[in-house]
């Protein structure tokens, strides 16, 4: 499995914006579909964005579309995830997650957590309001 490790999370004010990044390890990183979660205290953790092993297919919970971007950079083994208009309710603890993609299907972006099988410690992102 690869191994993942997140950085970038901060205390930021509403509005403002960070970049959240997840170095894998091995030489297998563009083999895996990538998404990144959140987990708020109290709650579930949830689906945040996901991008796919091959094409680079994206995919984003309605409560981020247009405001954040998740991307890969293969050459460095890094997942990033670009957010923007930041918000109280973003305030979580995020987490990267891999996923080899079933057989037949590399373009394919999970999203369900039971489905990932790597996982990082997490980053905090706290939006003061």
């Known amino acids: 499995q690869v191994q993942l490790v997140e950085s970038g999370g901060g205390l930021v004010q509403a509005g403002g914006s960070l970049r959240l990044s997840c170095a894998a390890s091995?030489?297998?990183?563009?083999?895996?579909?990538m998404a990144w979660f959140r987990q708020a205290p109290g709650k579930e953790r949830e689906f945040v964005a996901g991008i796919s092993a091959i094409g680079g297919s994206t995919y984003y919970a309605d409560s981020v579309k247009g405001r954040f971007t998740i991307s890969r950079d293969n050459a460095k083994n890094t997942l990033y995830l670009q957010m923007n208009s930041l918000k109280f309710e973003d305030t979580a603890v995020y987490y990267c997650a891999a996923k080899l993609p079933p057989l037949g299907a590399p373009y394919s972006i999970p999203t369900a957590r039971a489905d990932f099988g790597s996982w990082g410690h997490g980053t905090q992102v706290t939006v003061s309001s």
């Open positions: 091995g030489r297998t990183f563009s083999r895996y579909a």
